[in-house]
């Protein structure tokens, strides 16, 4: 049985999944900076419940992001460690495309996390039963510049709830539908990295680093935004 460990943290939700005898166990938490206080209980629970230890883990997934700076970092720490003392390799998922997977709807997907500052991460997919394909690479925007060709779109993520004015593109779709659900989860993560798993697509926990998209506040701005902490998404 190959065991992998997902964690996701990009997002006001923290969550955690590991598959025991082909079901998936997942915990999970909403709140801003809960992640450092809730994830390694979530993880030992996990392995509690599954009757196992990190030292069985085949490798661990972890969210890649984008999403919240200080989430990001909290969750490849944690993986980075217990990779570390499995002595197994690491899975990068992008949070984006695990959010995708969570739709009920097939077709074509977009998925959206607040970016903050006036500005939605997002990607468009076409998606069919289990399998997502990126129509571009991961973009950060203002909402009124997202956009789709595909008429049948859904929408899926926190971002329509924040700037459900904003999306003027998308609010012209004759066949829209927008899902309830907002963040990414550890399950979907688990399912993505599954498959990566048995094409042997990952690294050395060494070289594992989050993808934050918006480079160029992935450094601590030297000029503070009224209001904001200093670092963009945390």
């Known amino acids: 049985m190959t065991v992998i460990l997902a964690i996701e943290t990009a997002s006001s939700s923290c969550s955690a999944a590991l598959r025991v005898d082909g079901e998936i166990l997942e915990r999970s938490e909403v ?8 994830l390694l209980d979530m993880i030992d629970e996990l392995f509690n419940t599954g009757k196992l230890s990190p030292q069985d883990l085949d490798a661990v997934a972890v969210g890649q992001g984008p999403g919240s700076f200080t989430g990001l970092r ?7 460690g217990l990779a570390f003392g499995a002595a197994c ?10 959010l995708a997977m969570q739709s009920g709807r097939d077709g074509a997907v977009i998925a959206m ?3 903050r500052m006036g500005e939605v991460y997002w990607c468009e997919y076409r998606k069919k ?13 203002s909402p009124s510049t997202v956009v789709s060709s595909a008429e049948k779109l859904t929408v899926i993520g926190n971002a329509w709830d924040v700037y459900a004015g904003d999306f003027s593109l998308l609010a012209m779709k004759s066949d829209l539908s927008i899902s309830k659900l907002t ?10 990295a599954e498959q990566k798993y048995r094409k042997q697509d990952w690294v050395d926990a060494a070289v594992f680093s989050p993808v934050y998209v918006r480079n160029n506040v992935a450094k601590k701005s030297s000029k503070k935004l009224p209001g904001r902490r200093e670092e963009a998404g945390s």
Do not use: C, F, K, T
């Open 74 to 80: 909290i969750g490849v720490g944690v993986g980075q």
């Open 31 to 38: 709140g801003n900076n809960v992640h450092s206080g809730v």
């Open 183 to 192: 963040y990414p989860s550890a399950a979907a993560l688990l399912s993505l």
């Open 89 to 98: 390799p690491m899975i990068g998922v992008s949070s984006l495309d695990a």
């Open 113 to 115: 996390l607040d970016a």
């Open 129 to 141: 039963n289990d399998v997502i394909e990126r129509v571009h690479d991961l973009n950060v925007s």
